[in-house]
Nanobody
Framework: QVQLVESGGGLVQAGASLRLSCAAS????????MGWFRQAPGKEREFAAA????????YYADSVKGRFTISRDNAKNTVYLQMTSLKPEDTAVYYC?????????????????WGQGTQVTVSS
């Protein structure tokens, strides 16, 4: 079973950039679709971005499209979320997750492994 550990969160000002990393254990990382989700206080967890097993296909929520970039390095068992032009509304705990669903953007319930999350706080 893959284990996921996020890092890279922090407190930044609006307009700044951050890069989140998610390191995965296990030898089957390159078979998973990987996703980034976020959850703000009092709100439901929501999709931010996803990437297929090869890194060729990516998916983004409209709220982050053009500002966030998801990528992966299968040799390092790591998926990244580069976040630019951050806004206060991006403040949330960010989670990475793994799904065995391929060929499309998996639904939240189709991700079976989750990291513990990393806090991102954007001040105005």
């Amino acid at each position: 079973q893959v284990q996921l550990v996020e890092s890279g969160g922090g407190l930044v000002q609006a307009g700044a950039s951050l890069r989140l990393s998610c390191a995965a254990s296990g030898r089957t990382f390159n078979t998973y679709t990987m996703g980034w989700f976020r959850q703000a206080p009092g709100k439901e967890r929501e999709f931010a971005a996803a990437i297929n097993w090869s890194g060729v296909t990516t998916y983004y929520a409209d709220s982050v499209k053009g500002r966030f970039t998801i990528s992966r390095d299968n040799a390092k068992n790591t998926v990244y979320l580069q976040m630019t032009s951050l806004k206060p509304e991006d403040t949330a705990v960010y989670y990475c997750a793994a799904s065995l669903v391929g060929g499309r953007n998996p639904a939240l319930t189709e991700y079976h492994r989750w990291g513990q999350g990393t806090q991102v706080t954007v001040s105005s």
